[in-house]
């Protein structure tokens, strides 16, 4: 294991004298499910392996290089167990950590049914709205604390993209009043063009599932949700510590 | 494992003081397919395995809080072997309580090939008819106790929600109405949008498959039914103890 | 193991005095295959297993109850090596058939790829016509003995059931017509509506493969074929008994 | 294992006095993987069972009865490692082959992920050209002999199927002539009309990758091309003796 | 194995006397995913397994014969763990190294859940522009040495194909001057009908993963994004050593 605080720290402070221009964030959702072999294993070789995989995903929360943020999906998803959510500002650094925590012995017992990359980047829509939308700083991801996370790969249809700026920025203005009336509802947009699979990645936080339920029904009915091309398989995930994710598992 | 009575319950009761209202719930269904593998293990390791297995179910039903029916769908479905729908009222208890089964020696042989999470919710449609679907308690779901159900997962098309709530009312009234030819067969409509993949997830109660044969091909026929995008997979399961449907497992 | 006899023998027979109402069949066809490990079993083991497997099928061959016919698909798919053809009264058979042959020691080696559910029905379009197609048995299944069998499920496009009752039998009587040219292929369908993921179930009994492959490809050209919304997967089957169909698994 | 010189040989002569009429072929594209447990195995175990493996195929090459042409597909395919070609006249036959490939200890660490099946017939487009296409035994495949055979399942809309005989003989000229212009590329067509998933399956022998190439870049400009559903997936092959094919195994 | 560097070393060098025209290209990304069962083997082995499979690719490294560039998706993709690129003359040669990689010991405990094989050739889009997209060696690939690729299949729509030459040269054009705006990008296309399921394998270098995620976002606005039927999926790959490459599976 090498130690990951040296590169990264250094390539997140910029040189002395530019200007603190926001550097994009590289963001992974990564899920993964526990094989039923490792259910069988002794109590207490279960109980070193969740140790082993907490102490890698600790290692790598390092305050402006890395933060690791962790849920579970035991009972909300039967194809997932877990989800570590990663904000860094390099691939390399996903690369590394995930090395990491694969290499531990869990990860001989670990598979990953989903997975999505993105960045974080200001949005096309600027809409003059005086709320944390506008930010300057809209190309880092701040997670809210709440106690739910639900995520989802996103694709809009080609159309969408022929439609001109103008068109779009109606279409998004609406979207965006829609998803005001539900203000305990937390967004984050992260971009995955050419990166992924997917377009888009998003991560709503909210402590009232009913919430986000009503407002993605509500949505559908909006202009733009008509240029929805795929926005599935879509996440409930519940925030909890590391260990209290890992003893979900068994 | 912990007591889940002393959490849930809590949740379970409107502070002293508050307006009895009615609260929705969280809706699981949660189909098994046990390995090739475990049926090779001998008859007690087997025997036991199931025991365990059923404790938990039985654990996790306690009057006001959280509910679980079970069902085998062995020879009715090639991936699917067995059915739990639980109701409870939060996520955190579907989580905890899907933890506690996976944690039996039987969860080292399971998979779930399939798994829908939703809640319930007043229906946008009302429709000025004077039976159970009107009622005030169309926020809970109250199974009928029938031999059999027939679960899917169901999304419209965008195209749908583009129509206005006249129009989509006009078409529910008359899917309504062809539903009501039909009576012995009960439907529980839930909602999953943005929880998990689908947008509603269906179960009808009936006693006579003929009659839900019938009902569904004559649906098939009405307006509302043009605008559906997906209803699959869908699923015949019979209701059994719990200690039945594992029986069924070998 | 429970006598199946008792139960299902009763519900086969209508009680003295009612109208001789011909009663709905419930139909299976499940596919299985052999997974690669069985096949390294020790030569004395795979014969026991057989031996076991099939007096399974035998016990369930009812008269007036329950009849299964048996498949090899060896060489004909690549994802499954047998099939079995089940004909009986209600589901509940079904899930103890089931049951009882994954509860033998060859149900610990077996996956099942492709298994679909469906029910007889009298058909809606009432043709006229005085053949086998007509009578008054029209919601049973008669198996005609033949060598092989085609069997696949089939969906139709929602904008079908949208046609008037009289276009569709247009279509119908166009689509009966072209089937006529080829009287050795004898056609059998039934229904899945709401039971399982297709909504047809057709399986064609004929001696001469050529036959069916020019049926099929001349129906391509009926008017009814453009609503086809789905008709695969196609299993082309040879019929031989339980005997032989399990020696072919190695 | 049976001999099965005795029975196909039967059958594939017709008796004396009949009309020599050309008998349609059975056809099987059957696409290998082997296990990476297999690869596990002492090198000894695995020389005998690529040993007895190839004996099988070897036998099942029987003049005017039956013919096996082997193909690897080792780093060619991610999902496949080798494809045998098989080419006799009653599906019982296939069967019967493929079983006693499957008995042999290889068979318990294959998997086959594709697998086609279909019939020779002759074309409903007769052109009037001179050359091989409109031979007398276009209900025969006769393998030229080329390096390389380039295969894939074909499905065309069925939009096709409502043309005219007329409008789709046009189409199906223009598709010959762009053809004809590579002239070192030798088709052969079958056909799987309700005998397997697809319609057609296409095998293209050619000593020159970048012929094939060409020819269906150009390919896609005949107004034919519209009318393709689905022509994948698509295999390139390198033909060799069965003894290197296994050899390329491990 | 054999010695590779006899057979294809021939093949590179034209006859003298032969004009020197520029040979096409074959090409393959092979993705490579280590079985869990890999991981719990003892470091000793594991090693060993690293050091044989190295050696191969080092192998494979032949000046004008053959080359091998080595990447890790390790936290990129939930799916790989590794892609090697690898660039030579024929499809003979990738079948001949991707056995003897197969061969080594870590072969035993790969998938290779993507591959994808195609050949360089000339674009039909001759666009007058004097930079390297126009020079003679069009039908070669040379690798940048950038740090980052990013991968993908892709396939254009039918109605593409039926634009006229010039129609599709306009659309060209635009995609190409959005392209320039981004010169840190470098395109390598490669073609795949009829070789493989994609019709193109498109892979560009860039050291900024910002850059790229941009010019495909902006990419979707341009008229020729009208006509992309599937793109994904979507790799984005670390360039390292072989060794590194290995390193990073644990």
């Known amino acids: 294991m090498t130690a990951p605080a040296t590169r990264p720290a250094a390539a997140a402070q910029p040189a002395h004298g530019e ?76 690369g590394q950590m995930m090395a990491e925590l694969m290499a531990t012995p869990l990860g001989g017992y670990l598979t990953m049914p989903y997975h999505f990359i993105s960045m974080t980047k200001r949005s096309q829509y600027s809409l003059g709205m005086e709320d944390e939308v506008e930010a300057e700083t809209r190309s880092t991801v701040r997670p809210g604390g709440q106690k739910y996370i639900f995520i989802y790969p996103f694709w809009k249809t080609r159309a969408w993209y022929l439609l001109s700026l103008e068109e779009r920025k109606v279409l998004m203005e609406e979207h965006i009043r829609v998803g005001l009336q539900w203000p305990r509802v937390k967004l984050n947009t992260t971009y995955s063009f050419g990166l992924d699979d997917q377009e888009f990645v998003v991560a709503f936080e909210c402590n009232y599932p009913e919430d986000f339920l009503d ?10 949700s008509a240029y929805t091309l795929k926005d599935t398989p879509m996440f409930t995930c519940i925030r909890m510590t590391a260990a209290e994710m890992l003893d979900r598992l068994g």
């Open 19 to 94: 200007s603190p221009k926001v550097r994009q964030q590289t963001v992974r959702f990564a899920f993964f499910k526990v094989m039923p072999e490792w259910r069988r294993l002794p109590l207490a070789e279960r109980i070193a392996h969740k140790q082993a995989f907490r102490e890698v995903i600790e290692k790598w929360n390092i305050p402006g290089v890395c933060r690791n943020i962790t849920y579970s999906t035991v009972g909300l998803r039967g194809d997932a167990d877990m989800c570590i959510w990663t904000i860094c500002y390099t691939v390399d650094e996903m």
């Open 215 to 224: 407002l993605v029904q509500r949505l559908r009915e909006t202009g733009a």
